[in-house]
């Protein structure tokens, strides 16, 4: 099956600026993504801990790059494991939305109770609704970028603070790969190092993650 994301007979997604090598893409991509999420999380209005609001993220993102940026996925796509080597699919295009409602309605019940848990049970569960959400990757690209915003802006607001910069890229991609495993240890461990209590959270958020 072909991918529609792609402009067609090369491997470069789709863009608005008809840009046709993947690196040049990519260095565009950094640098606006990273401009839009300081500014959604700084400047934005509030972003609902709800599908439709990691979909607001996303399109605010990439809307600028992609003509699909917000939309879910129409397609499979192969999820990598540790080793970056292709180990099965994230879910079906068709449970995103009906396993991404389960997902949040345990990140809800988090949230509600920030005030009155202790740090560390907030960071387990956040890292709990982080690896089910990861595991639907619910968009073409830009899906760990756009979650990492989504969960800081959604935290802010209960005065919950994550420090996403305290963890190196390539071991928080071992923690995803590790919890769609059934092994949460080490996404847990990197929860509990950068989520903190603060009454003026701020975005920390590194190029290209």
């Known amino acids: 099956m072909s991918d529609p994301y792609l402009v ?10 008809g840009i046709l090598s993947a690196d040049d893409l990519d260095r565009l991509v950094d640098d ?7 500014y959604l999380f700084n400047e934005g209005p509030p972003v609902r801990p709800a ?19 917000g939309d ?11 080793n970056g080597q292709p180990s099965g699919y994230f879910a079906r295009p068709d449970r995103i939305e009906a396993d991404g409602r389960k ?8 949230l509600r109770r920030a ?3 202790d740090i ?3 960071a387990g569960n956040l890292a709990e609704v982080y690896g089910q959400l990861n595991f639907l990757h619910p968009f073409r690209e830009g899906n760990g ?16 603070e994550l420090v996403w910069s305290a963890i190196p890229v390539e071991e928080h991609n071992v923690a995803a790969s590790r919890a769609m495993n059934d092994d949460p240890s080490l996404m847990k461990e990197h929860f509990r190092s950068i989520a903190k209590k603060s009454d003026r959270p701020g975005l920390k958020l590194r190029p290209g993650t």
């Open 51 to 69: 599908l439709a609001g990691w979909q607001t993220v996303h399109r605010a993102m990439f809307g600028a790059v992609f003509d699909w940026a």
């Open 120 to 122: 560390a049970r907030i």
């Open 115 to 117: 005030a009155t848990d």
């Open 72 to 82: 879910f996925r129409t397609i499979h796509i192969r999820k990598l494991d540790e």
């Open 103 to 110: 997902a949040i309605r345990h990140l809800v019940t988090t």
């Open 8 to 17: 067609p007979g090369t491997g470069v997604l789709r863009n608005k600026f």
């Open 145 to 160: 970028r756009s979650q990492k915003v989504f969960f800081s802006a959604v935290c802010k607001p209960v005065g919950i």
């Open 32 to 38: 606006m993504v990273t401009i839009e999420a300081a």
